[in-house]
């Protein structure tokens, strides 16, 4: 069935580190790849996606690339902040599906 | 507009009380969703409208009653729920149901006592 893993948290890191959050898929169609952030207390933020193999989604400072050979889209970030602690979930939808997959959350603690 | 706003924020009700979770967006998406979360868990789809038709429900108890009075509003009808009930319900929209990317609402935190 379709399936999304990602690395299990919680992951903690300095200010300024380098952020890798993997993320794998197993898809029966055509996925199109998604990453949301989920700061305490709120909603999802759909923070970056990629419809096809080889796209690079990047927003705020974050980057993900669609690689099918792989099946992955591995979320990093350069210089991480405090304020990017939070829980980031990886997710696709499946074409012609309705129902988008989730991972199960890496929740990702920055410390100054 | 690019938003999804649900109302209210925060709910707590009795397990005999009729209460009622609204939603709103205005972008003129035509799918909307409603979604539960429980603490350190991914959202878990409970259902789905598309062009203001139900189309999918994930075998949700009917305790839970969605209604999607017109292509901006999708309501969540409340009634004789559980305390394993208590979570966050969030509400989302796309531009299609089909292979779109969803947009959620912040969320309103129920607790069933």
């Known amino acids: 069935g379709d399936s999304v893993t990602q690395m299990e948290g919680p992951v903690t890191l300095s200010e300024e580190a380098f952020l890798t959050i993997n993320c794998t898929y197993t898809?029966?169609?055509?996925?199109?790849l998604f990453w949301y952030v989920q700061y305490p207390g709120e909603g999802l933020q759909l923070l970056l996606k990629?419809?096809?193999?080889?796209d690079k989604g990047s927003n705020k400072g974050f980057e993900a690339t669609y690689r099918k050979e792989t099946t992955s889209f591995h979320l990093e970030k350069g210089s991480v902040q405090v304020s990017d602690s939070a829980v980031y979930f990886c997710?696709?939808?499946?074409?012609?599906?309705?129902?988008?997959?989730f991972g199960q959350g890496t929740r990702l603690t920055i410390n100054p | 507009d690019t938003e999804v706003t649900q109302t209210p924020k925060h709910l707590v009700m009795g397990m005999t009380n009729k209460k009622s979770l609204k939603c709103e967006q205005h972008?003129?998406?035509?799918?909307m969703y409603w979604y539960k979360q429980k603490a350190k868990k991914p959202p878990e789809l409970m259902f789905v409208?598309?062009?203001?038709?139900?189309?999918i429900n994930e075998s949700v108890p009917s305790r839970f009653s969605p209604e999607c009075p017109n292509s901006s509003l999708l309501n969540l009808h409340l009634h004789a729920l559980q305390p394993e009930d208590s979570a966050l319900y969030l509400c989302?929209?796309?531009?299609?149901?089909?292979?779109?990317?969803?947009?959620f609402g912040p969320g309103t935190r129920l607790t069933v006592l």
């Open positions: 990629a419809t096809k193999a080889d």
């Open positions: 898809a029966t169609g055509y996925p199109s």
């Open positions: 997710a696709m939808i499946i074409q012609g599906a309705q129902k988008l997959v």
């Open positions: 989302a929209s796309s531009r299609l149901a089909d292979y779109n990317e969803q947009f």
């Open positions: 972008m003129g998406h035509r799918a």
């Open positions: 409208y598309s062009y203001e038709k139900l189309s």
